[in-house]
């Protein structure tokens, strides 16, 4: 039987919709950030590393390979803290658990967060995702342990940075938001 003039309904509710909308947004700006992630090959040619001649080379070294390899760069610090937290399971928990409301409230949030008529402002839910973190980390115990770890990481970076050379690389300016800059030397890529 034919019932003219109904409107269709889903057979899915609208909250599940909603969350599967959710989650293709979120993988397809994972995969976004994930694509600006550099070769390894690439990051570790050997044949590209020489000590700079001189701090300003160093310092200018260090910005160029900053912006190119960024996502690189973090994947690293974030797998130091991972390793340096397998010993604390507990810890390891609460850091997933904190990088999830990173994410969720932060990150990969399209609309903004409404709480009692209220619109709370990014500047806010940073401020009480800060407070959150720092409390859970005092909570867990494993300040100490990632701060450290995260300095290991930060040092390492800039190591490689300042190491690195970068005439081989091929940066596209627009694509970074002015932050790349081809050295004069390096040509056109």
Known sequence: MTNYGTIPTSSTPATTTSRTEYLTRAKERIKEGLGTRRSWREMFDFH???????????VSRIKTNFAYFQMNYAIGVLLVIFLSLISQPISLI???????????????????????????????????????????????GAT?????????????????????KTDDLCTDPEASGGLLWPPASSGVC
Do not use: C
């Not at 590209?48 to 160093?58: M, R």
């Not at 609460?94 to 609309?111: C, G, M, N, S």
């Not at 008529?117 to 409390?135: E, F, K």
């Open 48 to 58: 590209a590393f020489k000590l700079p001649s001189s701090t300003d080379e160093a």
């Open 144 to 164: 100490t342990n990632i701060l450290s770890s995260l300095l290991v990481g930060v040092v390492v970076v800039l190591i490689h940075a300042a190491v690195r």
């Open 94 to 140: 609460v850091l997933v658990a904190i990088t999830a409301a990173w994410l969720y409230f932060y990150f990969l949030r399209d609309e903004p967060i409404v709480i009692f008529g209220r619109i709370i402002t990014d500047q806010n839910v940073m401020i009480g995702l800060s407070v959150i973190t720092i409390v859970l980390l005092l909570l867990t």
